[in-house]
């Protein structure tokens, strides 16, 4: 009798531990969907979201910005490479399917770019309540040919 208890007990605990979802915070999905939704597919100025970005991240986008544009706007201009966040398709629907959790602090966009699915994984954290967003892989695949586009995020 014992030992049906202690394989039912186990059974349960293990059931219970591989039922969990990963949930993705509220805070978290809400800059998510802010960020694509508003500047990513829309071109928002990113400035006013400048808060949810780590210094660093918004220097590279900044830098890519400038770079893009052969300094034709030069250096101070604020403009931030957002089009690193998708495919850059130019013309089709774009739209944020869904948002899953990937681990500690990684967070996956899937998008749908011109009929193009497209991947972008963040690394996120959460400072006193705001989402920072510190680096950022970005897949796809175009012409047959994979694409990897990583911003500030670590090879692992």
């Known amino acids: 009798m014992k030992r049906i208890v202690y394989i039912a007990v186990i059974s349960l605990a293990m059931s219970a531990c591989?039922?969990?979802v990963k949930s993705c915070p509220e805070s978290v999905e809400s800059f998510?969907?802010?960020l694509y939704n508003n500047y990513v597919?829309?071109?928002?100025?990113?400035?006013s979201i400048a808060v949810n970005f780590s210094p660093a991240?918004?220097?590279s986008l900044h830098k890519a910005y400038w770079q893009e544009y052969d300094g034709e706007f030069g250096p101070d201009d604020p403009g931030y490479a957002v089009w690193l966040f998708?495919?850059?398709a130019s013309d089709g629907a774009?739209?944020?399917d869904s948002i899953s959790v990937e681990g500690r602090d990684l967070y996956?966009?899937?998008i749908t770019d011109a009929g193009t699915p497209c991947t972008c994984t963040m690394h996120i954290t959460v400072q006193n309540g705001t989402p920072?967003?510190?680096g950022f892989k970005t897949q796809f695949t175009n012409s047959g040919q994979p694409v990897c586009r990583r911003i500030l995020f670590p090879e692992r």
Not at 41 to 47: A, C, I, R, T, V
């Open 18 to 20: 591989g039922s969990r």
């Open 32 to 34: 998510i969907t802010n």
């Open 41 to 47: 597919f829309n071109y928002g100025e990113l400035d």
């Open 57 to 59: 991240l918004l220097d």
């Open 86 to 88: 998708r495919t850059c």
């Open 94 to 96: 774009q739209s944020l």
């Open 108 to 110: 996956t966009a899937h």
């Open 132 to 134: 920072v967003l510190t």
